[in-house]
């Protein structure tokens, strides 16, 4: 990664994030609370998130799947662009672990950041081209008013080139992350690296 | 508790019929139904989280009463009236009374005679209108309405999927409406 980004209380720096309730003990998980961390994230063993989810681990199953599947699946719309909502959406909602993890997926993706330093200075003016601005604007709305949500905001993305694939999968993006965002905001809280 | 044919016990996710399709009238052979199960991972995991939040029984945990009223009042706050109509159709068949609809309606929710009830709805106005704001001494607060470490995660998770779920259906619906490209 290039410089660092700090803004707003954003930073596209990594963050650790702790559990305020108390997390699954491997020492004394079930075999299926091992499988579903195993299956959920490379990492999940040693995460609190995963280990504070991994309390219901059926529903944390059904939950990482549907994640998995809207982030990285082939084709459709680009994982640079689907990073790129979230990093809104998590801004929006104001979810600082989320918009540091997904603000570095992006720069990896796409081998730029300059999108980010916007989204971290003013999601509403955000955007480097009429693709992205369409792109960030949708993200807004979705997570703010989704009762407002309506055919004209298909058409202002169909005008920027987004087959209805790709627009339902900016869907995709932006919804599962009114999920994520508040299971990282609402169970923990981020952790910030010594300065 | 009642056993109703249409959820067994033994539900397993993603066999029941698509809840968001329904509602929403998205017809099997249509184009947004083939657009929609191209990415058939995300539909089956969305419908297989339904099942599992709304199964007639979560061992140890919310009941299913609990669970529809936190659906409802998420659906109703967004607003998404064809959501907020299926789950409050469920309420009422689980026999809620008529006067705490009202209460919840209106957001007096300091009218609800259960303590319990009015924590988790409390919690739920939070994280659906602001996020950010449901923090640890909303997470103590539940603890001190008697919610267990378990009972709070399933809670959050329900919640959390209840934003997912009324966001998906104004997207669908949106493109349903915009119709073909």
């Known amino acids: 990664m290039s410089e660092p980004i700090r803004d707003n209380g954003f930073t596209n720096e990594v963050l650790g994030w702790k559990a305020w309730l108390p997390t699954v003990d491997l020492n004394s998980a079930t075999p299926e609370q091992i499988a579903v961390l195993e299956e959920s994230h490379p990492q999940a063993k040693t995460s609190d998130y995963y280990l504070t989810l991994a309390h219901h681990p059926d529903i944390l199953r059904q939950r990482s799947q549907a994640f998995n599947a809207i982030m990285y699946a082939p084709g459709g719309l680009s994982r640079a662009e689907r990073e790129l909502a979230s990093t809104v959406v998590s801004c929006v909602n104001r979810c600082v672990y989320c918009a540091s993890v997904h603000a570095q997926r992006f720069e990896q993706l796409a081998k730029r950041n300059d999108v980010i330093r916007e989204v971290f200075a003013d999601p509403a003016t955000a955007g480097t081209n009429a693709r992205e601005k369409a792109i960030v604007r949708f993200a807004i709305d979705l997570t703010l008013a989704p009762a407002s949500i309506d055919a004209s905001h298909i058409k202002a993305l169909r005008e920027q080139g987004l087959d209805d694939g790709q627009v339902l999968d900016l869907i995709h993006a932006i919804s599962i992350f009114a999920w994520a965002n508040r299971l990282m905001l609402n169970l923990g809280e981020p952790v910030f690296p010594a300065d | ?181």
């Open chain 2, 1 to 181: 508790m009642s056993l109703n044919a249409s959820h067994p016990l033994d539900t397993v996710p993603g066999t029941e019929p698509d809840v968001l399709d329904g509602l929403l009238g998205i017809q099997p052979g249509s184009t947004l139904h083939t657009v929609r199960h191209a990415r058939d991972k995300v539909a089956s995991a969305t419908q297989g989280s339904q099942d599992l939040f709304f199964a007639p029984e979560l061992p140890g945990n919310l009941s299913l009463t609990e669970r529809l009223w936190v659906a409802y009042y998420a659906a109703h706050l967004t607003p998404h009236p064809r959501l907020a109509a299926h789950y409050l159709a469920q309420l009422h068949a689980q026999g809620v009374d008529a006067l705490s609809v009202a209460s919840v309606d209106s957001g007096s929710l300091d009218e609800l005679s259960d303590p319990r009830l009015r924590g988790i709805l409390e919690f739920t106005r939070t994280l659906i209108e602001s996020p950010v704001h449901g923090d640890q001494a909303a997470v103590q607060a539940l603890h001190n309405v008697g919610l267990g470490t378990e009972e709070i995660v399933v809670l959050a998770q329900l919640v959390a999927f209840m934003s997912y779920q009324v966001r998906l259906a104004a997207g669908l619906g949106a493109l349903l409406s915009a119709g073909e490209a």
